[in-house]
């Protein structure tokens, strides 16, 4: 099974929901930001952790974002401040 790097990013309203919805990225993947994780996941883990998602939140009031870092772009990661080691690549340096 062959694994794909995604940026998950969520703006859920109500606290509760946004701490479920935290706490099952955070056995995912790597936090980013606040509300923003970098996940390393084969398509039939993804498809689990997405319905899973999709189940947490409630499409009236919170948004999810499940987007794809394609294997060419991984080099091109950068990042500006204080350091994380992200999934699926090798170090990136802190620049």
Do not use: N
């Amino acid at each position: 099974m062959s694994s794909s790097l995604w940026l998950i990013a969520y703006d859920v309203a109500e606290p509760s929901r946004l701490r479920d919805v935290a706490q099952v990225l955070e056995d995912h993947g790597r936090r980013l930001q606040q509300s923003v994780f970098l996940c390393d996941q084969g398509t039939t883990d993804l498809s689990a952790l997405r319905g899973h998602l999709r189940s947490l939140i409630e499409p009236d009031a919170d948004r999810l974002a499940v987007l794809p870092i394609c294997r060419s772009c991984r080099s091109e990661i950068e990042q500006y401040g204080t350091e994380t080691v992200l999934p699926g690549t090798a170090e990136v340096a802190v620049v």
